[in-house]
Each structure stands twice: as C-alpha cells, then as structure tokens.
C-alpha cells in the first residue's frame, strides 16, 4: 500500500518539532546570540597547495575591538582534529592542502570588524605545484601532500578466480562510471554560539551529528578535560553527514576561552562551500560478465576517491563503496580494488549514502548493458542474479536473513509505472524533440558503522518530578524527524499520551553516548532501545503504583495520563501522583552496540535496507535536459515507525539524488571551487520536481526477526540515479556514465530539424 | 590606532534613521548605510525566524514581504524599506496568536524537515494566496521557485501549498 496522509490514518501526527518551525519562533543553535559576545572570523588559506613561510598578526592585533587573533601557537592541545583520523589541522603551521584550510582565526566587536581584521593578517606563500587529479596522485613522481605519500586507504576484495572466471563469460561489459563532487547544501550553513562559563566550563552551541565526538574532540584541542566541556547540538537546518565532523568549532571554542567572552561564528554560504566537506567524487571502472544465459559470473571494479586534503572518513566510505559495488547479487568471480587518494581539491567526506551511490550508479549501469547484450530484459536479469534470503552478504559475511532483495523488486515489477513500459508509447502526444521513457534498479544498503567501529547505543527513560516520563537519547534532531519517531513509539509502545512525554536529546550533559546520529542507524537503536527499557521500567511503575493503590501490579496498565486497571477503564493514579510518591526515582538505562555481523572485514554490515526505483523521465533533445515526470520506489525496511518521516526520508533523498544525477558538482579548476554558491552549483528546485513520488514501503520481516525497523535516512538517495540513466537509455538509446548529466550528450541534431520543421509549419 | 585611521577600515558605518513597520509595530532605528535588511531583522532586533543562508537572493531562506510583496531580506537594503510595512514569519498568523491557515497547512502536511526554509516557504505561499486566492499548480510552482529545500524534496510542501489552497476554496 503506498505511503501517503490517507494511509497511514492517525498515525500521520504533527510533528513534536513543527510549531516552532512553522511560526520561525524555533531557534536554530545559529540563531543564538549572548550578552557581550564578539564576532568569529576564519582566515582561510587562499591557494590550494602552498608552505606557510611567515604569518604576521601584529596588525589585527593592534586593531581597536579586536580581541584576539589566533594561530597554530595558539593552540593549547592537538593541533589536529577527524572523527576517525586526526590529521585535519585547527590551524596549518607550515603547509596549506586546499583552499578551506585554516590559517588564523579573530573575534572582535563586529562582524565587519573582524573580517576587516583578517586582511590585516600577513601570511606569506610558497606556492607549490598542485595535485588535483587523484589518479595522477597516486603517480610516482607526484607532489606529496603528506608524508607518507598521497593514498589515503586501500581496500580490496577477492573471491574466485578472476581470469577463469571471464574465460568462462559470454558476455562482457567494460565501462568507466564519474561521479560529481556533490554538496551537502544543508540550508543552515556551519556556526554557532560558544561560551564560556563562570565556573570555567565552556558550552558550544553548535549542530553536530554526534556530541560526545565532538566533546572528545574538543578536549584534544582545548586541553580541556571532556567534563569541563558542554556540547548543545540540536536543532540542526539540515547535515545529510555533512556536520559531523567538527567545522567551526575548534575555531569558536578557542576564541572564547582566549577572549574569555561568548563568541558566534557564522559561515557564510562561500565559507560553507570552501571549507565544507562534499561527496567524494569517484571514477569507477567495472568489467563485467555473464555466461550465455545471463548467469553473473565475474565482477571486476576499481575505484578512485578523491578524498581531499585530508583524510575525514575518506576510508571508511571507501569500504563502503567497496561493499556495495558487489550489490545484491551472486557471482563466483570477482576482484575489487578501490584507492582513497589525497588531493588539493575540496574536502570530501560523509555524506548520505556513504560511497554507496557512486557505487551503485556504477553497478546497475552494468546490469542494464549486459542486459542489453543479452536481449533481455534488465530487471529479469536481476532476478536473475539476486541473492536469496539465506544468501551471505556481499562479502561473504553473515547477515540477518532478510527477503528484501525479493520484495522489492516484486513491489517494483508490479508497480504500475513499471507496467507502463510496456504499453504503447504515445509519442503523437508530444513534440518530436521530446523523448520518454522508464527504468529501474535496486540495491540493498547496509545500516549502521559496521565491523570493528565502535557503534554504541542506548538509552534512559524516566519518571521526572513533575510526572512527565523522559526519553532522554544522545542522538541529534537534524530536520529527518527523530524526535516525531520517538514521540510516536513511546505513543504506540507504552500507550502514553503525547503530554506525558519529554524528550531530551542533544546536551551532553543531559543524555547518555547513544552513538552517532549517523548511518540510518538512530530509529533502529532507538527502537531497540524502547524494546530493552520496556519491560523493566513499565514493572517498576505498576510496582510503585500497585504499593500506592493497595492491587496487585499485574491488574494494573500503563496509559495516557497514568495507571489504569487492566479491566476498566479509569485512571487510577497520574504519573504525577506517582512521581511525588516517596521512594527512588524510577529509572531505567540501556547501553548495547549496533549488531555487527560475525566477520572479520573491516566495516561489513550485517543490517540492510533494500529499495527498488522505477522512474519515468521526458528527455528535451533541444536542450539535452532530463525531466523527471514519476518515481516510484519500494522500500524493504521493517515497520514503517513513522509514516510521515519515512515518507519525507524517501522524497527528500530522491530529491538529492535528483541532483546528484542532473545539476549539482561543485566544479573544482586548479584546486579552486568554479561553484561558489546557489547560483552556480543548482540543487533541485520545486519546478524540478514535478509529476509524482510513490512511496511503496515493505513492512514485512522474516518470522523470527528480532532486529525491528531498518533505517531509511539513506536509502531513498542511492538507486533514483541509475534508474534515471536507464530510462534515459531506455527514450533515447544513450549510455550515461558520468554524472551530473551533460545535457550536451542528449542533445540531437535531428531534434533540431524537426523544431525548425514544426516552427515553419506555424 | 584607531579603525578609522586604518586604510581600508569598514565604511558605511554612518547611522541614519530608518522609520518603517515591522510586523504592525511602527518603528524608528538607527541603522548603518550598508546594513540589509536581513542583518537588521536578525542582529538587531532578534527576529530570527528570518534565516540566512546563501545570501545572494537565491534560496529563499529570508523571505520577509515588504508591503505584501515576497522579497529576499538578504538582498534589500535597510534604507530601501523606509515608510514600509515588513511582516516576517514572527508577524504571520492571527493577532490571537493562533497559526495562519498556511502554517496550519505546514505542520499538519509535514511541509517541513529540517524548517529552516520554512518561514521563508511560508512567506512565498501566503503572498501567492493573498494575490491569486485560487492559483494553478503552475502559478505554486513558479512562486515557489526561488524558495529552495533541501530535505523535503518539496513532496509535503506542495501538499501543504494544496491544502492552503483548498481551506481557502472551502472558506474564502
């Protein structure tokens, strides 16, 4: 049954988070402001690759309303921060590596003042040559941007024989696969307020996708122990992991402790773009081969990530793209070999999806050619091909048995856009220049960090003061609906009322280390969380309750408002006559880890979402310009905990792979960014997006599965991309293999005789 | 050494007075020459509901209306708005503070993730519905065409621009 308000009756709620959007009255932590605060600038190397002989700050210093001006000297800690590999500098000592990297950093009166004050800051340049094309970096004789050479991380996978393997093929595909340097483009670009307290302590308001990292990572920097140190991290305009490693906060931090007042820091969209992290462009080359019947036989892939100046979690989607270049499918053959490389280019990092959407535009674009030389059609080949309930995963780990490769692509072939493909294409509709038509692809996406990464989880629910039972989660509330999920399972779960809740995540020093809000992995762990605390804290409740009522526990039943007997109706007890009742406060707490597969492969998964897409596209051959007119996609991932979350999940990344697949890169030349704000680097607007998204998703889990919902944060952004290459193959017979699409390879001269023709006829 | 002695130093600091109507309120401020309107809203007087984001006039995020007209607050400077009436998201809704029908359409469709586009969406369709009460799904599109969101992919917000539009149809 497709996703919609219709559907999913009562439990389309408003959103806990929605009033104070919808009337502006929510500050965003960017909104802050304070009493005496000063204004923070970062002065930015402008050369993508150069030695640092000399920085003078004597100027800026002499500034009146200055009130400090801070260098790599002024660093009390590690002069380093990464989530997974510190090697970022707060503040470059002697090298600069792309055009973001930070050099100095002024907080002063004003905001004009301290912009003024970063052209009072002398650095002088050595200008070294550039190293802007990963795979001449991994050249012998290429500049080094690091000592230890310019590759990041290797990953590799074999099984098989590869060279028997294609011996034994039919039919071979070979293609080369580019994808764009894609931006998070959150609409609340990077800041925050940072201030610092009496009693010393310092409190960083700042959006993040994990606080407990950034505290760590802050305490490096500061020298500050973790406790000294609170981060406040939500409510966030946006991330799509563009916000997790740490980006203004070293800067604001060690301002404020050296001025000793509050301090804000707000980028601006061109400060966002050049120091901000993007999606690793990748260059993926696949061979590919079947034998006579279509059977999949061997898979060769190499690819190259471009990972930036420094190395962020450049590794770890490499591994990603590693895993999910492999796909759904079974093969006896096949090598993987993919590099993560070093460049003076833009920062690359997380981003929704985590390498998973270069990987599979790249796959299903092999399937569909060697559908192609088979005669046949593409999604029977995957059927073909697919892997089966009890199948490993695609490493040969274990995984949780899951139908969803099945179901979605079930879901999908009897989807009516699907059936369309095969009625008769009325072409005398149109105009001659203009071409439609319909493709797919699926995939399987894995949830959570993965082997051998810490992957925390957990929770605490209590009975405040005041009666109201608290979730407290260390997880962030970046617009994907968290909080809305989390009110509606503590709703659904314990029968609590929406006015019995208070939720409190975001505050480090209020809510436990649930892990990162990262990986589709929250509404999992979140559930899992609920399901642990569920029976422990509803018996501690009717316990205390039963004591107070004179009954028996078990006669008794939590509900909206307080205790109920099982057998009537009436409310017995408010959790407020309960929460002033003598006795410890009732508590509970869980911590376990994100479950992991039995393998010892770095970064495997054990969870997986599958998705199918069907899309229906309007190809201009004047202007060589794709138009998305339908989509359709299925989505294996348990039950649905959300419906308008999940609904808004699916579009909201179709939407971003919309992009990735028609305008946005963010054009690099030389090292230096050619987009430098909206005008130039196109997201999608709303007059992109017309015609419909149905949103089909499959709730069913095999019998005995303990592992709940799946995440969807991801998945809707990962297979529309290939399933618009297909349909563009499918209207106008051209292969796509680098993405954004040029409009310039679906532009046809022919198109332009019969617009010239149609104009002469009027 | 004083700024002002500093070759370079920030100009456009002169005040001038600046009489104007911000959300039914008359007001009088001292403002800086080169100060925009968005800067004004935000730093000065704490209307934060107006955000800032690419700042060139192309998101949408400061949508404010000036007079009843959708402008970007980013790109209109503050002396431009003299003897204007400026109603930002904060000045949207029922002097009862209840919700306009359009936030109503918002929240109750979802139209929103993250919401920091939100305020600024919000000001585009009410200045749509207050000059073409019944518009075309064309007219919508083309209203909201510089208001950009990056976590709907627009789905709730072209179902909550509906339901505006159809509140209004059943109770003009």
Redesign the interface.
């Known amino acids: 049954m497709l996703l919609n308000r219709e559907s999913s009756g009562k439990r389309w709620r408003i959103r806990p988070d929605g009033l104070g959007k919808v009337t502006g009255r929510l500050a965003y932590l960017t909104d802050m402001s304070a009493a005496g605060m000063l204004y923070g600038r970062v002065l930015r190397s402008p050369y993508p690759h150069a030695l640092i002989l000399s920085i003078c700050t004597e100027k800026a210093q002499q500034l009146e309303g200055v009130h400090a001006v801070l260098t790599h000297l002024d660093v009390p800690g590690l002069n380093r921060y990464g989530i997974a590999h510190q090697d970022q500098p707060v503040f470059c000592e002697n090298k600069v590596r792309y055009v973001g990297d930070a050099v100095a950093a002024v907080a002063a009166e004003t905001a004009e003042l301290a912009e003024y004050a970063l052209t009072l800051i002398e650095v002088d340049y050595e200008l070294l040559p550039i190293v802007d094309d990963a795979e001449l970096a991994l050249l012998q004789d290429a500049p080094l941007l690091h000592p230890q050479g310019n590759l990041l991380h290797r990953s590799q996978f074999n099984r098989g024989q590869l060279g028997s393997g294609f011996a034994a093929c039919t039919h071979i595909v070979e293609d080369t696969y580019f994808t764009p340097r894609q931006m998070h483009t959150y609409m609340e670009t990077e800041g925050g307020l940072f201030v610092p307290e009496e009693d010393g302590r310092l409190t960083v308001y700042s959006p993040t996708q994990h606080g407990f990292m950034d505290r760590l990572q802050l305490s490096r920097i500061t020298a500050m122990k973790q406790e000294r140190i609170r981060i406040v991290s939500s409510p966030i305009g946006g991330s799509f992991g563009g916000k997790d490693e740490l980006n203004v906060q070293p800067y604001g931090a060690l301002l404020a402790l050296k001025t000793n007042r509050p301090v804000k820091l707000h980028h601006s969209r061109w400060e966002s773009v050049r120091a901000g992290l993007k999606r690793h462009p990748m260059k993926i080359s696949m061979k590919t081969g079947t034998d006579a019947s279509g059977h999949l036989l061997a898979h060769q892939v190499r690819i190259i990530a471009d990972t930036g100046a420094y190395a962020t979690l450049g590794a770890e989607v490499l591994n990603f793209a590693v895993e999910h270049v492999l796909g759904p499918y079974r093969y006896d053959h096949v090598k993987v070999d993919g590099y993560s490389v070093y460049t003076n280019n833009g920062m690359s990092g997380e981003f929704r999806g985590f390498g998973g959407n270069q990987a599979i535009f790249a796959l299903e674009g092999q399937l569909d050619r060697l559908a192609e030389k088979l005669g046949m059609d593409p999604w029977e080949l995957r059927r073909m091909n697919m892997r089966m309930p009890d199948d490993p995963g695609p490493f040969g780990q274990p995984i949780v048995v899951t139908e969803g490769a099945m179901q979605v692509w079930n879901a999908a072939e009897a989807s009516g856009l699907w059936q369309e493909r095969g009625m008769p294409n009325r072409e005398e509709e149109r105009e001659p220049w203009i071409k439609v038509g319909i493709g797919s692809a699926f995939t399987m996406h894995g949830g959570g960090l993965g082997v051998g990464i810490p992957d925390p989880a957990g929770g605490r629910l209590l009975l405040a003061a005041d009666g109201c039972i608290e979730a407290i989660f260390g997880y962030e509330e970046f617009g994907q609906g968290l909080l809305a999920t989390l009110a509606l399972m503590l709703i659904e779960q314990f029968g609590l009322a929406e006015s019995d809740i208070r939720m409190i995540i975001g505050d480090t020093d209020l809510v436990p280390d649930s892990g990162s809000t990262t990986a589709s992995r929250a509404t999992s762990m979140m559930w899992k969380t609920l399901q642990n605390l569920k029976a422990p804290f509803t018996s501690q409740l009717l316990e205390r309750a039963a004591e107070l009522l004179g009954k028996s526990a078990d006669k008794l039943a939590m509900g909206a408002g307080g205790i109920y007997e099982t057998a009537g109706d009436s409310l017995l007890l408010t959790y407020k006559e309960l929460a002033e009742a003598k006795g410890e406060r009732i508590s509970c707490s869980t911590a376990f880890q994100f479950p992991t597969s039995d393998t010892p492969r770095t970064g495997a998964h054990f969870l997986y979402t599958y998705a199918a897409v069907v899309v229906k596209v309007e190809i201009n051959q004047l202007t060589g310009r794709v138009r998305v007119l339908d989509q359709y996609h299925a989505v294996a991932a348990g039950p649905v905990m959300n419906p308008q979350g999940f609904l808004g999940q699916i579009e909201g990344g179709s939407s971003m792979a919309l992009g990735f697949a028609i305008t946005e890169d963010a054009v690099m030349q030389q090292g230096q960014y050619m987009t430098k704000n909206l005008d130039t680097y196109l997201v999608p607007t709303i007059v992109e997006h017309r015609g419909t998204v149905s949103v089909e998703p499959i709730e069913h889990l095999p019998h005995g599965d303990s592992f709940g919902p799946r995440g969807i944060g991801e998945v809707g952004s990962v297979t529309l991309a290939p399933a618009i290459a297909a349909a563009i193959h499918q209207a106008v017979g051209i292969r796509v293999t680098k993405l954004p699409i040029e409009p310039e390879l679906l532009q046809n001269d022919c198109a332009f005789a019969f617009a010239e023709e149609a104009v002469s006829k009027r | ?3 002002h002695e ?1 070759l ?3 100009r456009g ?1 002169e005040q001038s007075e600046l009489a104007c109507t911000i959300n039914g309120e008359e007001m009088k401020l001292e403002v800086a020459g080169a100060r925009r309107l968005l800067s004004v809203l ?2 000065d007087l ?11 006039g ?2 949408g ?1 400061c949508m404010v209306l000036v007079d009843g007209k959708p402008i970007n607050a980013c790109l209109t400077m503050a002396y431009q708005c003299a003897g204007k009436q400026i109603t ?3 000045g ?2 029922a002097a009862d503070g209840g ?1 306009d029908p359009v ?2 359409a ?5 139209g ?8 600024g969406m ?1 000001i585009s369709v009410k200045a749509l519905l207050d000059r073409s009460p019944d518009p075309s799904e064309e007219e ?3 209203a ?2 510089g ?13 909550a621009a509906q339901r505006a539009i159809e509140w209004r149809r059943e109770a003009p």
């Open positions: 050494m004083s700024k500093m370079g130093a920030p600091a935000r730093d704490a209307l934060t509901g107006t955000k800032r984001s690419c700042e060139i192309r998101c995020a930002t998201i904060e949207i809704g919700m936030q109503r918002f929240l109750e469709e979802g929103f993730q993250c919401g920091y586009c939100t305020p919000i919508v599109e083309e909201l065409s208001n950009i969101c990056r976590c709907t992919g627009y789905g709730g917000i072209k179902r």
